[in-house]
């Protein structure tokens, strides 16, 4: 079951970071500033930013309202709509191809995302086993008196978040968070099941995942364990 719910995450935190990314294109095009649109969508600017970085810590309910200021509502009418079940029909036939869902990693869209999975995973287990802290400090600080090094200040810069459990910084979606990932010991603390598993999935995404199949990993998942 962990591996099912593993990959809808890896799946969603995809497609989230693309809607993000496309709330803002759009809010650009449009010339809108994010102080001007989080005032029209009633939300902070904090909570703006993280719908534009597509974070799942913004609820449903400030996408939604995001996306009505932009004039987007229609994409949520097609997932609503009976769009949908047109598509499911239509998939019966075998005579129609299912359509895609890839990632176009030319940007590094993929490396950011694979990286983020892994240490979304390796913080979820670090706060169920906090021994697992202890270790990535170790390994840090290995690292660190190892000599001179480009990465020496991000190093450092973890050392804080290790010991503060700043967990928050280490998972940002921002440039500097993207930075720490790449100097970073946490990917180290994940049993070697687990790390292979998300490269596997991400691997899949780059590949291209029939649309109608997402959900079969799920269910594949269940009948082995």
């Known amino acids: 079951m962990p591996a099912a719910s593993l990959l809808t995450s890896v799946l969603d935190q995809q497609l989230l970071?693309?809607?993000?990314?496309?709330?803002?294109?759009?809010?650009?095009?449009?010339?809108?500033?994010?102080t001007h649109l989080a005032q029209q969508a009633g939300i902070s600017r904090m909570t703006l930013a993280a719908i534009e970085a597509g974070e799942p810590s913004a609820t449903m309910g400030?996408?939604?309202?995001?996306?009505?200021v932009l004039g987007v509502s229609k994409d949520l009418a097609l997932l609503a709509?009976?769009?949908?079940?047109?598509?499911a029909q239509a998939k019966a036939s075998p005579i129609t191809s299912q359509p895609v869902f890839a990632v176009n990693d030319a940007g590094h869209e993929l490396q950011d995302l694979?990286?983020?999975?892994?240490?979304?995973?390796?913080?979820r287990l670090m706060r169920k086993q906090p021994e697992l802290i202890s270790q990535a400090v170790e390994t840090l600080e290995r690292w660190r008196s190892g000599g001179k090094s480009n990465s020496q200040f991000l190093w450092d810069e973890w050392s804080v978040i290790l010991h503060r459990r700043a967990w928050r910084r280490?998972?940002?979606?921002?440039?500097?968070g993207k930075e720490l990932r790449q100097a970073s010991p946490l990917a180290t603390v994940l049993p070697r099941e687990v790390r292979q598993r998300i490269l596997d999935q991400v691997s899949a995404l780059k590949i291209g995942i029939p649309i109608g199949s997402l959900?079969?990993?799920?269910?594949?998942?269940?009948?082995?364990?």
Do not use: C, D, I, W
Request: hydrophobic share 40%.
């Open 17 to 34: 970071l693309q809607l993000g990314g496309r709330l803002k294109r759009a809010r650009l095009e449009q010339g809108l500033t994010a």
């Open 62 to 68: 400030s996408y939604l309202r995001v996306m009505s």
């Open 81 to 87: 709509g009976n769009v949908l079940e047109t598509f």
């Open 114 to 123: 694979q990286s983020l999975m892994l240490h979304q995973e390796a913080v």
């Open 170 to 176: 280490a998972l940002s979606h921002t440039r500097r």
């Open 215 to 225: 959900s079969a990993p799920a269910k594949s998942a269940q009948t082995k364990n």
